[in-house]
């Protein structure tokens, strides 16, 4: 790749990645500085669903897909897909919170990505506590939307009553097989 194309492609996730949108172009630059930047062959995992959460992707080159598996779609090919290109990202709540992988991360063609993992925001939020506050808070809007989504979902497959039930339980009781 020429020294061109790379940073025509750093600059495009430096001014386009959605979940950079909050900073202001010299907090993306210092963030990005504190990536990770690896490539991966056509084929490779980054990771499995159910793995633990490391940290989050953002897509400076190539395609990546995510695909959902359930014990009951194993066999089928009807699993959800989903197709991400430059300059997207994936996995954000793994870095926030402690959550097991929801999918399975898998590179379409080679691709460069850029990792940033909890150890990087830990780095992130002693050198630049305003960047981390603004990227936290970028986090937490997209739970608070992963949310809000799952449970108008939940109210129209399960009624009302049994969406809020659920959060109330699982805010004040914690999930089933968590100690409280």
Known sequence: MSLYTEFRNRSNVLLRARILQ??????????????NRRTYKAGEHIYYQGDPGTGLYIIEEGVVELVVESPAEAESDDKPVFRLEAPESFGALSIGYDMRRMSSARCVTDAVLYGFFKPDLDTLAKRYPKIGVKFLTTLNMIA???????????????????????????????SPGEER
């Open 22 to 35: 909050a900073m202001s172009p010299i907090e993306r630059a210092a963030f990005l500085g504190l990536c």
């Open 144 to 174: 608070l939307k992963q949310l809000q989504v799952t449970v108008h979902s939940l109210i129209k497959h399960a009624g009302e009553a049994t969406a809020f039930s659920l959060q109330f339980e699982t805010y004040y009781h914690g």
